[in-house]
């Protein structure tokens, strides 16, 4: 059995990871929509909640720092991308390329083309990565030709990226961006796109109703590869797509995630691939301070939930359960009780679910209660709590701990060298050692928060939420060779 306390510190007094702050309230980030940043003059990036009292941490000290998985020695320039391109990236004032940036696009845009199965911590700029790739392949004077397929394991990533090509692209002309998901192409039309992102189901229909052309497909993209690879997830349906595919196709596999039993998968699926690989000790964010709150019984998690509700309102907040009942359930009674949350699952109807993360993106719902379905790739800056209300399991009767769905929940906060909190609830035997395993397979420690001593509790989360940047020093050991 594992040593349940090893990885678990206890309370103390000494301020949480993160430079001290004053009492101002974090200001909400602006995110565009499209997970990329409004440019501004300041030679820093708004949407990082940049509160007056933040002056420590600037990205640009991030990006100097050897250690950081921001850190690069090249510019975006150097990297040899046509120009409209690189006036995509000026416009989202992207500055530098981040170390996976910097590392993967040459291998991934230089010809003949190879594949790659690329990892990199969560929130480090894998999408920008393979979606500069995907722009650099296509040609733009046959705009209704499908040449790029990207693949994602939910109609909300699928959006997302579908946004980010078309922000990073805006200078590419005759572009068109097509999702496909359920519900957005018409039978009559058919795809009449050069780049399509979509869920494997659905990508898998139009091919087969004779609605997408695939005989021109020059790249296909996997993000979330290990998810989508697993056989127990979307493997089938992915080696179903890549069958239809012409053979020559590039393969391009991103996750934060392989564990070891997928990565045999993946080098199948994506044969003779260039390989950027983290170790599982470089993978946690250290700009995430991790901590987890030991409530007394499972009836107590829903009073430390309500506690917590103004923590999560200072910037916005995801709440992770294990079931769409939970989800509602929780939902209904925090509106009862007077907070102002939402739920999005997969019962919910596509459009439906398209208007409320919509809403969470423009900070006009700030608490968001989810399942699994929004674990991976969603970026959304202003993110500065994620709540594990329950702890990620897998397996037969949920007997394991699932220590990459964790990584990826608590990556929905910070992102880009932000600072975030992610507060994993424990209440049994059970919740306590799998979370145990997990910061022991990881090599964090959590700290621990106190569920009798609020106000203790409520100075250790500001702490870090209110002191917006991590420092050049919290950045983890980045990519391994
Ligand atoms: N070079 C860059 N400079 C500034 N910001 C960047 C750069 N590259 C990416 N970003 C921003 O960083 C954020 C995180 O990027 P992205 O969503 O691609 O992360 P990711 O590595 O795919 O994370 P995940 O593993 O969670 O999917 C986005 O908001 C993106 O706009």
Redesign the pocket.
């Known amino acids: 059995m594992a040593d349940l306390a090893s990885r678990i510190s206890k309370p103390s007094d000494a301020p949480a990871d993160g430079p001290s702050a004053p009492a101002a309230a974090a200001a909400p980030a602006q995110d565009n929509g499209n997970?990329?940043?409004e440019p501004v003059d300041d030679g820093i990036?708004r949407?990082l909640i940049e509160p007056a009292y933040d002056v420590e941490v600037k990205?640009a000290d991030l990006q100097a720092d050897t250690e950081s998985p921001l850190y690069s020695v090249q510019s975006f320039e150097e990297l040899g991308l046509p120009k409209s391109i690189n006036d995509g990236l000026l416009a989202?004032?992207?500055?530098?390329?981040?170390k996976?940036?910097e590392r993967a696009l040459p291998l991934m845009i230089s010809n003949p083309p190879t594949n790659m199965i690329a990892q990199?911590?969560?929130?480090?700029?894998?999408?920008?990565a393979f979606v500069l790739t995907v722009l650099s392949r296509i040609d733009f004077s046959k705009p209704t030709q499908p040449q790029a397929l990207l693949l994602a394991p939910s109609r909300e990533l699928a959006r997302q990226i579908q946004g980010?090509i078309q922000t990073v692209g805006q200078f590419c002309e005759n572009l068109i961006v097509e999702a496909a998901i359920p519900g957005s192409i018409s039978r009559e039309t058919g795809v009449k796109s050069s780049v399509v992102v979509g869920t494997p189901g659905t990508v898998m229909d139009l091919i087969r109703r004779r609605q997408f052309d695939v005989s021109q497909l020059k790249v296909l993209v996997i993000?979330?590869a290990d998810n989508m690879l697993d056989q127990q997830g979307m493997g089938d349906q992915c080696i179903r797509v890549k069958g239809m595919l012409p053979k020559t196709i590039q393969i391009l596999l991103?996750?934060?995630t392989f564990p070891d039993k997928v990565m045999n998968y993946a080098r199948k699926y994506a044969p003779n691939s260039n390989e950027i690989k983290l170790r599982h000790q470089e993978l946690t964010v250290k700009g995430i301070s991790q901590m987890y709150m030991d409530c007394p019984d499972e009836s107590k998690k829903y009073d430390t939930l309500c506690k917590l509700y103004g923590l999560m309102t200072i910037g916005s907040s995801v709440i992770f359960v294990k079931t769409r009942d939970s989800a509602n359930e929780i939902q209904r009674r925090m509106e009862a009780d007077g907070h102002k949350v939402s739920a999005l699952h997969g019962a919910h109807e596509g459009q439906n679910r398209d208007a409320l993360l919509d809403d969470f993106r423009s900070g006009r719902s700030k608490v968001l209660i989810t399942t699994n379905v929004l674990a991976?790739?969603i970026?959304v800056?202003s993110v500065s709590m994620v709540i594990n209300y329950d702890i990620p399991m897998k397996g037969y009767g949920d007997k394991e701990p699932d220590a990459e769905t964790y990584l990826?929940r608590i990556?929905?906060t910070g992102?880009?060298g932000r600072v975030g909190v992610s507060i994993s609830f424990v209440y049994d035997r059970k919740s306590f050692e799998a979370l145990s395993q997990i910061a022991e397979f990881y090599g964090i420690d959590l700290i621990q928060l106190a569920p009798d001593d609020w106000d203790r509790t409520e100075k250790k989360v500001q702490e870090v939420i209110k002191s917006s940047r991590a420092k050049p020093d919290y950045a983890p050991n980045a990519l391994g060779n």
Do not use: C, W, Y
């Open positions: 997970g990329a940043e990036q949407g990205l989202m004032n992207f500055k530098k390329p981040s996976i940036q990199s911590q969560s929130g480090t700029g894998k999408t920008a980010v993000d979330e991103f996750s934060a991976r790739g970026d800056s990826h990556g929905r992102r880009f």
